[in-house]
């Protein structure tokens, strides 16, 4: 796990770079656009803070929900509660 957000970090600390060096290519090729730039280099860096900050939470609650479910006996998602009756029906509570 600690190697998957190791990667995590890696590929967030990546794709800023790449969105602050387009940045600095943009605005020394047209400096009168430097306003406008500046707004998509803002809107990319968020974006991709999000995904570095998005992927981690999804590990984290999936794991969990699959952690929970092999403890109950329930392998499927979406149910939480419920426990298997006779003839293999299941039986919500």
Do not use: D, W
Request: with cysteine; net charge positive; glycine share 12%.
């Amino acid at each position: 796990m600690l190697e998957g957000v190791k990667s995590i970090g890696a590929g967030a600390a990546a794709g800023i770079g790449n969105v602050l060096s387009s940045l600095i290519h943009s605005m020394a090729r047209n400096p009168s656009l430097a306003k406008q730039s500046f707004g998509y280099a803002i809107l990319g860096f968020a974006l991709t803070e999000a995904i570095a900050l998005f992927a981690p939470m999804m590990a984290f609650l999936i794991s969990f929900v699959f952690q929970s479910h092999k403890k109950s006996g329930c392998y499927g998602l979406g149910v939480t509660t419920f426990e298997r009756a006779k003839g293999g029906k299941v039986k919500y509570k």
